[in-house]
């Protein structure tokens, strides 16, 4: 059966009080190991993409020392490498990473010679990781409060050697996410940020030139459209009052409620019969007769005013253009 795991037979030293590279130490004292034992995985170099590469067991405090052996992932293939390196005596140290600071001090009477940030004096640790060489600028963690927020460095008093990491890590970050081509050229990074920036603004007034130009032109095609639904209302009223299916008054009110829907209006006065008086309705009934056989132009021939083809496009549109297409269309 194929071997998953691997524990190694030595112990590691995970921490101690001393001061680290980074000008600050974490009390074993304050070590709280329980925290750490729920989940006590560990990655190499600290590089959780890689996948976690081992747990560790064992785990103690013996003096000043948190100590804990490995046990290796064999199913992770930066697993089997570090096992072998491990075994072979070429990965000797371990470092915490993920450290949630629970309490710190910067009393005095807590610093030793050489320290230059706070004293960690309650703290747990999420992970530890194999690595080369302990404290080195790969093996560099955060450090977190309990809600997981990132720690700010500065109010903690640690200055110099952590502030110089955080700002390497810093300018890397962003000389990747811009892509720039020399990352150490803090010159060169401080210029394409300059660049993203001016970029951004002409961009903004770029938007906003167009925003406004839109608002313009919408205003515009407005202005065109009431103007064009005022002369085609105008039009359909003056023809309704020429066939008298209107009053004066009548449309005037019509040009009010109908002033932006010219459709409506015109299905409207389409409907409305053209007004008749009752002696207009006796002599034109014994003319409807004959009338009825008029082509276009018996109407021309017969009335030159042109005023019973007006009546006949006011009280029978259909026939009026079945009239005006034999004329015209054919």
Not at 52 to 75: F, T
Not at 112 to 137: A, F, H, M, R
Request: glycine share 4%; charged share 30%; aromatic share 6%.
């Amino acid at each position: 059966m194929k071997q998953i795991q691997k524990k190694i037979d030595r112990q590691y030293i995970l921490s101690d009080s001393s001061v680290n590279e980074y000008g600050f130490r974490l009390l074993t004292s304050g070590y709280q190991m329980e925290a750490f034992q729920k989940n006590p995985i560990g990655y190499y170099m600290h590089r959780r993409e890689d996948g976690i590469v081992l747990k560790w067991e064992d785990l103690c405090v013996e003096e000043d020392k948190v100590l804990g052996r490995p046990v290796i992932n064999l199913s992770n293939e930066r697993g089997v490498q570090t096992c072998d390196e491990a075994e072979n005596g070429f990965l000797n140290a371990a470092s915490v990473g993920h450290i949630v600071v629970l309490e710190y001090s910067t009393e005095p009477e807590l610093m030793l010679p050489g320290q230059t940030g706070p004293t960690i004096t309650k703290w747990y640790n999420k992970e530890c990781s194999l690595v080369d060489i302990p404290g080195n600028c790969n093996a560099l963690t955060m450090l977190y409060d309990e809600q997981e927020n990132e720690l700010n460095l500065v109010d903690l008093q640690i200055i110099s050697p952590v502030i110089k990491i955080m700002h390497q890590n810093l300018v890397k970050e962003l000389s990747d996410l811009l892509k720039v081509d020399e990352p150490g050229d803090e010159k060169l990074l401080l210029s394409s940020v300059q660049n993203l920036v001016s970029a951004l603004s002409t961009m903004k007034e770029n938007i906003e030139t167009l925003m406004n130009e839109n608002e313009t032109l919408q205003e515009k095609i407005g202005n065109l459209t009431s103007e064009q639904n005022r002369f085609e209302i105008s039009g359909m009223l003056e023809r309704a009052i020429e066939d008298k299916k209107l009053t004066i008054e009548l449309k005037d009110r019509l040009a009010v409620d109908y002033a932006n829907n010219p459709q409506a209006l015109r299905s409207l006065l389409s409907a409305m019969p053209a007004y008749r008086s009752i002696s207009e309705l006796l002599k034109n009934k014994s003319q409807d007769k004959t009338e009825a056989l008029w082509l276009w132009d018996d109407y021309e021939k017969n009335d030159p005013t042109g005023k019973k083809l007006k009546d006949l496009r006011a009280n029978d549109p259909v026939r009026y253009k079945e009239l005006f297409d034999l004329k015209f269309n054919q």
